[in-house]
């Protein structure tokens, strides 16, 4: 199917929109999220390698820390949002049934959510001693 780009207005070329009128947000996203994940697994990487050799104490005393247990959970949900919109891009570029697009978005979103709220929900109970 040919594109014809020269077709659309001044205005809507300067704002990046195309068909779905959502122009580069998704981009945007991914991009940050992959930033905010740079930062964030790092840490998280640092944690691991500083209780290599601790006991499980250590790593409860760790983990219940209120500033760890906040980047902790601020990159599980950056991790999965990144997770979500990726897989989201794959599945819009190479499912082509229509119904069956929206039913794996809809799949994909679901997983993403379930993933983030039971690593968010262990992490809690890991903090506040449950």
Do not use: C
Request: charged share 10%; hydrophobic share 55%; no cysteine.
């Amino acid at each position: 199917m040919p594109r014809f780009s020269n077709m659309r207005t001044p205005l809507a070329k300067v704002r990046g929109l195309g068909s779905a009128h959502e122009g580069t947000e998704h981009f945007w996203r991914q991009r940050l999220t992959a930033v905010s994940n740079l930062f964030l697994t790092t840490f998280f990487v640092g944690v691991l390698l500083s209780l290599q050799a601790g006991t499980y104490a250590d790593v409860i005393a760790t983990l219940s820390h209120p500033v760890v247990a906040i980047l902790l959970i601020g990159m599980m949900i950056s991790v999965t949002l990144h997770m979500r919109i990726g897989m989201q891009v794959i599945i819009e570029d190479y499912v082509h049934d229509d119904g069956l697009r929206v039913v794996a978005i809809g799949a994909n979103t679901f997983f993403a959510a379930i993933i983030a709220i039971a690593s968010v929900f262990a992490l809690l109970k890991i903090a506040f001693g449950a």
